[in-house]
């Protein structure tokens, strides 16, 4: 049978009933017309009890944890090994696709399914786990689900509120959970041999290469600015253009300097300013005050800091040039999470025993194993999704392409070998 951009046609029972269940998962919501799953919501108990289902279905043991996470776990050869976890999210941004984060978890659920129906054990013990919260659509902290099982979690962050003025603390107690043991859902490392996530590319690179899929080689890290450039308002018509300090102009200018700077940039180093406010934002009076935002993100911690130092220097000389006061302030940091080189190769092995084409690149977005990488070395493998779109009704992934990705996934995961302890 020939083969079509590395994949055998015909080939897509995994497939099948991944894209069954996604759909299904995404009925889950707190509107009929508009995808919306958020943390600690009646659509997350259902869609966790709908999950806790599938696992036991693939002869797992399930269970919910103590921050909402759900566990599965399918023992090796003998029961009580150390385990490769998989899994991913199953939250969702507002208004969301249904891809992000569930065609992970799904996937890690169908490759156990497999393995259980062919009775076959393997030397460590498989766990799957969907992360409770990685989006922080509620409470406006992410990864609060990855973190409680790497033992990292803020318990300070109990105390924040949800537009309804709901405490996270509250929400746990409602929800059934205690959150005064959240510390139950940790993790250590020697229980983990590697924590790998298959997850939608949520860019067009896999796209423009005509592949599947791909392997991560990091997740990179995120720096976000706050700026304030302030001048001094005036009337539009009276104050000659040579006299004027205009913060939106120079606010203009200094986009501009973000854009030109990460654009030339050879290390895939990307720059956005997504919000910005004008005041006193009147048609007929130059702009007094500018507010901004700036995010930064790079592959690696050295190459983003340099970047955000010149980017700032950069913004300092317009500044100074166009006599406008500066503010800049560091709002969130989250270094890179570098994929370990033992998981990309036997990943890669994967993909070419598939017949496909090895192919890295970098993850742009952040993922639970930012998180994960504090107790466990961390994999990823990305599945191509329509025109990178992400975070958006639109959001897709063809069949073939989640049947490519299960079939790797499933290869990796009977091929695996632990690396020895350090």
């Not at 497939?15 to 997350?44: Q, Y």
């Not at 229980?191 to 690179?205: D, N, R, S, T």
């Not at 606010?251 to 300013?273: H, K, M, P, Q, Y």
Request: glycine share 10%; proline share 4%; charged share 25%.
């Amino acid at each position: 049978m020939s083969e079509i951009n590395g994949q055998t046609p015909g080939r897509d029972d995994l497939g099948r009933e991944i894209v069954a269940r996604i759909n299904e998962l995404a009925g889950i919501s707190e509107s009929p017309d508009k995808l919306t799953r958020i943390f600690l919501s009646n659509e997350h108990r259902t869609a966790a009890e709908l999950i806790l289902g599938w696992m036991r279905e693939a002869g797992m043991r399930a269970h919910l944890d103590a921050i909402g996470n759900v566990c599965g776990r399918y023992e090796g050869i003998s029961t009580g090994l150390p385990c490769l976890m998989l899994g991913s999210h199953y939250d969702t941004v507002r208004d969301a696709g249904k891809w992000d984060g569930p065609l992970g978890l799904v996937t890690a659920i169908s490759c156990v399914a497999d393995l259980n129906k062919r009775g076959r054990r393997l030397p460590f013990a498989i766990e799957v786990i969907g992360f409770a919260d990685e989006e922080g659509v509620r409470f406006a902290s992410t990864l609060l689900g990855s973190r409680a099982v790497a033992g990292t979690f803020d318990e300070s962050v109990l105390a924040l509120r949800d537009k309804a003025g709901i405490a996270m603390r509250e929400a746990l107690i409602e929800f059934g959970l205690d959150p005064d043991h959240i510390g139950r859902a940790a993790r250590v490392r020697g229980e983990l041999l590697a924590y790998v996530e298959l997850h939608i590319e949520q860019g067009p690179v896999l796209e423009r290469e005509d592949l599947p899929v791909g392997v991560v080689t990091a997740i990179a890290g995120a720096t976000r600015l706050a700026a304030r450039l302030t001048g001094m308002a005036g009337h539009a018509g009276t104050v000659p253009m040579a006299l004027r300090r205009d913060a939106l102009a120079g606010a203009a200018e200094c986009i501009s300097a973000i854009e030109e700077f990460c654009s030339t940039d050879r290390g895939e180093l990307v720059g956005t300013v997504g919000y910005i406010h004008a005041s006193p934002g009147a048609t007929n009076v130059i702009p007094g005050e500018v507010s901004f935002t700036i995010d930064m993100r790079a592959p690696t911690d050295m190459h983003r800091r340099r970047a955000v130092t010149d980017v700032v220097r950069r913004i300092e000389e317009i500044a100074k040039r166009r006599e406008l006061g500066l503010q800049i302030d560091v709002t969130h940091e989250n270094r890179t999470a570098p994929c370990a080189p033992w998981l990309r190769a036997q990943i890669a092995d994967a993909v070419s025993g598939e017949g496909v084409r090895v192919f890295e690149l970098p993850s742009g977005a952040g993922h639970d194993g930012m998180a994960m990488i504090e107790i466990a070395d961390v994999g990823m493998l990305f599945v191509r999704c329509r025109g990178g779109i992400s975070h958006h009704p639109d959001e897709h992934v063809e069949l073939a392409d989640a049947d490519a990705g299960a079939r790797v996934l499933l290869r990796f995961v009977e091929n695996f070998r632990a690396q020895a302890a350090k």
